[in-house]
């Protein structure tokens, strides 16, 4: 029932732009903290940028800083990722994460397939 699906994705050379798109369902999104993490091959995967269920964005990876910005859509159940400046290091497969915490607990966590994003030239 709880989907979260990527799109976006692709090949784009440096300096280019992408929007990743993180469309849910199954569950009342406007409640949930969404994150978008990334892993390259070889790589730990890597917690990129949080929103909050009200909005508030927050930037893990310094090397996205001015770059990357999270963004949300209650009415639409979708959370984007907008990828301006690529540089070459940015690729990896991007996936969405949806997280509900109570009282400092952690009861649902829920994540999407992925989808790939390369940066080259």
């Known amino acids: 029932q709880v989907q979260l699906v990527e799109s976006g994705g692709g090949l784009v050379q440096p300096g280019g732009s992408l929007r990743l798109s993180c469309v849910a369902s199954?569950?009342?999104?406007?409640?949930?903290?969404m994150r978008w993490y990334r892993q390259a091959p070889g790589k730990e995967r890597e917690l990129v940028l949080g929103?909050?269920?009200?909005?508030?964005?927050?930037t893990y990876a310094n090397s996205v800083k001015g770059r990357f910005t999270i963004s949300r859509d209650n009415a639409k159940s979708t959370l984007y990722l907008q990828m301006n400046n690529l540089k070459p290091e940015d690729t990896a497969v991007y996936l969405c994460?949806?997280?509900?915490?109570?009282?400092?607990?952690?009861?649902?966590?829920?994540w999407g397939q992925g989808t790939q994003v390369t940066v080259s030239s």
């Open positions: 994460n949806a997280r509900y915490r109570r009282n400092s607990v952690l009861l649902d966590d829920y």
């Open positions: 199954g569950f009342t999104f406007s409640n949930y903290g």
């Open positions: 929103i909050s269920s009200t909005g508030f964005s927050t």
